[in-house]
């Protein structure tokens, strides 16, 4: 693969980041995923509203301006002949000497892309539907910020697979916050679509603004609330949606059937539509 470092493109293995990194010292560093689709990015904009406003909560400064992002972007779908997949931006507040003090004056942050192939469109998960684990929320409490500290959300998604589910979802005082890296959604037995509302307790998907756009255009009613492990149990249908999975169908829930335990009916035209709309919308 060629990946981007600061300023170069190289072979993976030539990339290089100063061991005194703050992304790697401290997790002091924020990212963005973005899917490519048929060589093209899928709401860019989007992300880039996300990482500056994540950027903005931490005062890290740009490492570049939106059109060298893109640039960068398309340049690294050219050279690595990107059909389908994944890239990934990486930016960090940049070395400095090891202090629990952001450094003042002069450091330039770090920035790194690299790519993932992947079927995104074509995933066997989306026929089969997900089985998900509930674990408690241990994350910090600015979720809403897109930082490098993935820990716990590493280790809950090891658990989850240790036990035989597919992914965790993360629950607070009774209530779903989201997935380990995605948006969590049920519908209710009126067929009402129910997602927690955004705030510092969850991450503002990109793929769920345009998913609830989307459900509210085609009439389905959207509530925008927490729901709690009992009322996701009783529901009819569970998804989630991300970047990476775009709408993918959750049938099971620690070890319970949802619905009638197949891949829900509104999360399958979710996805149907999504995907029909990012194609078309691609840069
Ligand atoms: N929540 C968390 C914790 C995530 O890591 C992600 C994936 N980045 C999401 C939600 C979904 O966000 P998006 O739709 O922008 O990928």
Request: hydrophobic fraction near 45%; aromatic fraction near 8%; glycine fraction near 8%.
């Amino acid at each position: 693969r060629t990946v981007y470092v600061n300023g170069v493109f190289c072979p993976e293995n030539q990339g290089v980041v100063s061991i005194f990194d703050r992304g790697f010292l401290f997790a002091d560093g924020v990212y963005e995923v973005t899917s490519v689709l048929d060589g093209k990015l899928i709401d860019f904009s989007g992300h880039m509203a996300r990482l500056r406003r994540s950027m903005s909560e931490l005062s890290i400064p740009a490492p570049a301006s939106e059109d060298e992002l893109l640039s960068i972007h398309r340049q690294l779908v050219d050279k690595n002949a990107l059909a389908e997949g994944l890239i990934y931006m990486q930016v960090s507040r940049g070395a400095a000497d090891r202090d629990f003090l952001f450094p003042a004056g002069d450091i330039r942050p770090s920035l790194v892309l690299f790519t993932q192939t992947g079927q995104l469109r074509d995933r066997p998960a989306a026929k089969t539907g997900l089985k998900v684990v509930t674990l408690p929320d241990l994350r910090w409490a600015r979720r809403d910020i897109k930082t490098v500290q993935l820990l716990y959300p590493s280790m809950a998604k090891t658990e989850a697979k240790r036990r035989g589910a597919d992914d965790a979802w993360l629950v607070e005082d009774g209530f779903v916050t989201e997935g380990s890296s995605n948006n969590a959604y049920i519908v209710n037995a009126d067929g009402a679509l129910i997602t927690r509302p955004l705030s510092h307790a969850i991450l503002p998907g990109i793929t769920r603004s345009a998913i609830l756009r989307l459900a509210t255009e085609t009439g389905l009613t959207v509530e925008e609330r927490p729901f709690s492990i009992e009322e996701a149990l009783a529901a009819r249908e569970a998804f989630i949606t991300s970047a990476s999975s775009f709408v993918m169908p959750v049938v099971e829930i620690d070890g319970h059937k949802i619905g009638d335990g197949a891949p829900g009916e509104i999360a399958g035209r979710l996805r149907a539509i999504y995907i029909d709309e990012a194609v078309k919308t691609a840069v």
